[in-house]
């Protein structure tokens, strides 16, 4: 069965980095995509970035463009997701997701069909 | 970016009840679009893929239907197992959330 098994809960200091790591099993790693979305205390989902296990393709969020990374090692089928210069704000729970696809005669349709546990980061001083 | 907006923001509904969720896009995004259902503390789940389409393993009772710019959620009978928050997400470019409905008992 497919499973996307994140690392435990971080706790940083402001300006400091965190690097979460997403290990996948039961289906071909580099067949598919995988997405970081974060989820702050209380409030809703939000995307993150995006890349392709198959070519290191990447698509981030504007609001994170530069200061995050996500990247793949295939040879462990693990996807990271870096962040850096922590803020408060930047607390949440941090998910990976893998991206699959539907398609029909017109499009390809894009969803999340598996997520990791998801990662608590702390940030406080 | 698209916006996405659902409404309401939350409601509260009885066993049984039929529920119906809107979201609403700021353009055009065809049926790019997917709903989520997540429970207190968990990860979210996929119940809706391109607008219509059921996940495999959801209950028959979530329906999506829409394009374009309005969508809805629907649920059929409401049952004890699904008082959770519903997300919509655009999938037409990069993606997006709606800021979620909460659906609590009444």
């Known amino acids: 069965q497919v499973q996307l098994v994140q690392s435990g809960a971080e706790v940083k200091k402001p300006g400091a980095s965190v690097k979460v790591s997403c290990k996948a099993s039961?289906?071909?790693?580099?067949?598919?995509?995988i997405s970081w979305v974060r989820q702050a205390p209380g409030q809703g989902l939000e995307w993150m970035g995006w890349?392709?296990?198959?070519?290191?393709?990447?698509n981030y969020a504007q609001k994170f463009q530069g200061r995050v990374t996500v990247t793949t090692d295939t040879s462990t089928s693990t996807a990271y997701m870096e962040l850096r210069s922590l803020r408060s704000d930047d607390t949440a729970v941090y998910y990976c997701?893998?991206?699959?696809?539907?398609?029909?005669?017109?499009?390809?349709?894009?969803?999340?069909?598996?997520w990791g546990q998801g990662t608590l980061v702390t940030v406080s001083s | 970016d698209i916006q996405m907006t659902q409404s309401p923001s939350s409601l509260s509904a009885s066993v049984g009840d039929r529920v119906t969720i809107t979201c609403r896009a700021s353009?055009?995004?065809?049926?790019?679009l997917n709903w989520y259902q997540q429970k207190l503390g968990k990860a979210p789940k996929l119940l809706i893929y391109?607008?219509?389409n059921l996940q495999s393993g959801v209950s028959s009772r979530f329906s999506g239907s829409g394009s374009g710019t309005d969508f809805t959620l629907t649920i059929s009978s409401l049952q004890p197992e699904d008082f959770a928050t519903y997300y919509c997400?655009?999938?037409?470019?990069?993606?997006?959330f709606g800021q979620g409905t909460k659906v609590e008992i009444k």
């Open positions: 997701a893998r991206v699959s696809y539907y398609s029909d005669s017109s499009a390809y349709y894009y969803h999340f069909d598996y």
């Open positions: 353009q055009s995004i065809s049926r790019h």
């Open positions: 039961g289906y071909t790693f580099t067949s598919y995509g």
């Open positions: 890349i392709s296990a198959y070519n290191d393709n990447t």
């Open positions: 391109a607008a219509s």
């Open positions: 997400q655009q999938s037409h470019s990069s993606w997006t």
